[in-house]
């Protein structure tokens, strides 16, 4: 549990040379997920998320597509901000790093304090520069002459620019996660990390040449230069918050990142904080990415997954659950609309909808549902209860879900023993075995509340609570069936 009753999370921001994707959507959800709990919980949460809009990568999408690069990024940018509405998101601010007002500012207030630091210096350097990842390569990062991500040529570049004194810092950001005063959750990532600092980090551009890019936040004290992309990017946290003295009263308790990107959050952006006197996040959760049917998504291999049109064609709860449920919430999971159909009428329609609909029709033919919980019953939500609230601190997303569920199995298993519809049941037995399926059903929907929020809002709506009892309507089909084809 947090130290606060303040909780401050964010998701990255999406980089805007291409449409949304059910990777980010995966990351959007995740942090949704947290926002929700912890209000839930009576904290004051700040959830932020937006778009990252400078670079060679875009400032090229852009020409390639023969749009202004303005244009190009302000189009982009609304698809991820529609994704609040398509997905039910609760964020409280969507930063774009194209705004002037608010972000550019707390930039250069950042630039300046690195200067002052003695971070900052300006050297000829010449490197093989991958587009994709806005970053220069060495070692590792390089097969056949490829970004090992990208699987791309690189280019060499040779240009004056700024450099950031990264190494400096190496030994302290590496003592700080070991001894988890900077958490990197979960262990693998961890390790992977701390291996990278074994091997020392070197020295990062800070700044490209106008000559070779234009789409960037200008450096002041320099009108050869533009910030680097992650410069610019990373301090968005602090910006989108209400600028450095907001995030010093109450730095980010959660990161939540994709692991493509670790190094950057886990090294780059702990040590620009460190020069800056600066707090440091609390916690940065990395999570895995998602294949399709096996595969790698690509646009040329057309398996890009839209949540878009997935949420047109399922729903938003069913795709909340898939994303939430079958992907483990640290490691890689695949996407398939089989496994989806299957997750959706196997759980979904099967499972909470069918209880939903059985439970809700037997206790609606009665016009007040009064009793007591009987103490297995109590015992069971009370255990379930303690489960998904540790597992979802935790970030154990799919665990805490497959608890709720283990909750509806309890529950669906009590009314085929129970069987309050049968003719022979007294009223008092009857209305004992209604009263127990009401509150599964009633803590189920509460603890539903942040992952399928609309789902569990249709549920809680059925049940009036009184002073003695419940009064309940009856449930419409929340998941119908998917016919198999």
Not at 343 to 353: E, H, K, T, V, W
Request: glycine share 6%; with cysteine.
């Amino acid at each position: 549990m947090f130290n606060s009753k303040k909780f401050y999370i964010t998701t990255s921001i999406a980089y805007v040379n291409s449409e949304p994707h059910i990777g980010f959507a995966l990351e959007s959800v995740q942090a949704d997920v947290l926002a929700r709990f912890y209000r839930q919980l009576g904290y004051d949460v700040f959830f932020q998320t937006g778009t990252d809009e400078h670079g060679s990568k875009i400032q090229r999408t852009a020409e390639a597509n023969h749009v202004a690069t303005q244009k190009f990024v302000d189009g982009l940018s609304e698809k991820y901000k529609g994704l609040k509405e398509i997905l039910n998101l609760s964020w409280d601010n969507f930063i774009r790093t194209t705004d002037q007002k608010k972000h550019w500012p707390v930039v250069w207030e950042i630039w300046d304090k690195l200067l002052a630091s003695g971070d900052l210096y300006k050297k000829k350097y010449g490197g093989y520069y991958c587009v994709g990842c806005e970053s220069f390569k060495t070692g590792k990062d390089i097969i056949d002459g490829k970004c090992v991500i990208h699987k791309k040529e690189l280019e060499f570049i040779e240009e004056e620019n700024w450099f950031f004194k990264l190494s400096k810092y190496t030994k302290e950001i590496e003592l700080l996660i070991k001894k988890d005063k900077l958490k990197v959750i979960p262990d693998g990532r961890k390790n992977e990390i701390l291996s990278l600092l074994k091997e020392g980090l070197e020295d990062v551009s800070f700044s490209r040449s106008k000559k070779s890019v234009q789409w960037g936040i200008p450096v002041l004290n320099d009108d050869t230069q533009v910030m680097y992309v992650w410069a610019d990017a990373l301090t968005n946290y602090i910006s989108g918050y209400g600028g450095t003295k907001e995030w010093q009263k109450h730095p980010a308790d959660v990161h939540m990142i994709g692991k493509d990107i670790s190094r950057f959050h886990v090294a780059l952006w702990p040590a620009m904080l460190i020069s800056c006197k600066l707090s440091l996040p609390e916690t940065i959760f990395i999570h895995g990415f998602i294949t399709a049917n096996g595969e790698k998504m690509s646009k040329s291999f057309g398996n890009v997954i839209d949540p878009y049109e997935l949420v047109k064609k399922y729903g938003i709860d069913s795709v909340r659950y898939y994303l939430l449920r079958e992907i483990p919430s640290s490691g890689d999971g695949d996407f398939s609309y089989e496994k989806f159909e299957e997750r959706y009428n196997g759980d979904l329609a099967n499972g909470l909808g069918n209880f939903a609909a059985r439970v809700s029709t037997l206790a609606s033919r009665e016009t007040e549902i009064c009793g007591k919980i009987a103490k297995e019953v109590k015992e069971k939500i009370n255990e379930v209860e303690k489960i998904v609230e540790q597992k979802t601190e935790a970030f154990k997303f799919n665990e805490a879900l497959a608890s709720v569920w283990d909750l509806i199995q309890f529950g669906d298993r009590y009314v085929n023993e129970n069987k309050p519809w049968a003719k022979d049941l007294s009223k008092e037995k009857r209305e004992e075995a209604l009263y127990d399926l009401i509150s599964i059903l009633k803590k189920t929907a509460e603890l539903l509340t942040p992952f399928l929020p609309a789902t569990a809002e249709k549920i809680s709506d059925a049940i009036q609570l009184k002073k003695d009892g419940f009064i309940v309507k009856k449930i419409d089909n929340l998941f119908p069936r998917i016919q198999e084809k």
